[in-house]
């Protein structure tokens, strides 16, 4: 069974980091890139980090670039979102996904359709 576990998330003021941690069984790690989302009360599923697990390759949303930072551990099967410099509109459900293929079709790398499996998610809240 493929299972995705988000963990980390918590309340952090403004200006602050906290660290996710998405960890994954069921499946071939390596075979599949993972995508980090986020969705706010009231707004749309938004994505915002991408991660292949075949070359490292990484992408970023124009509206978390040069603070969040993804990576991944294959050992350990674990996709990991750094994310520095907080702030509120980053309050959000966080979640992590996996890619239907072997990695995300661009241009559009972060559209959801490319993903098949979901996590429960992880409340992160920034406070003003």
């Known amino acids: 069974e493929v299972q995705l576990v988000e963990s980390g998330g918590g309340l952090v003021q403004a200006g602050g980091s906290l660290g996710l941690s998405c960890t994954a069984s069921?499946?071939?790690?390596?075979?599949?890139?993972i995508g980090w989302y986020r969705q706010a009360p009231g707004k749309e599923r938004e994505g915002v980090a991408y991660?292949?697990?075949?070359?490292?390759?990484?992408y970023y949303a124009d509206s978390v670039k040069g603070r969040f930072t993804i990576s991944s551990d294959n050992a350990k099967r674990t996709v990991y979102l750094q994310m520095n410099s907080l702030k509120p509109e980053d309050t959000a459900v966080y979640y992590c996904?996996?890619?239907?293929?072997?990695?995300?079709?661009?241009?559009?790398?972060?559209?959801?359709?490319?993903?098949?499996?979901w996590g429960q998610g992880t409340q992160v809240t920034v406070s003003s």
């Open positions: 069921g499946f071939t790690f390596a075979a599949h890139a």
């Open positions: 991660i292949s697990n075949s070359d490292g390759s990484t």
């Open positions: 996904a996996r890619t239907e293929g072997i990695v995300a079709i661009p241009p559009k790398i972060l559209a959801p359709e490319q993903y098949d499996y």
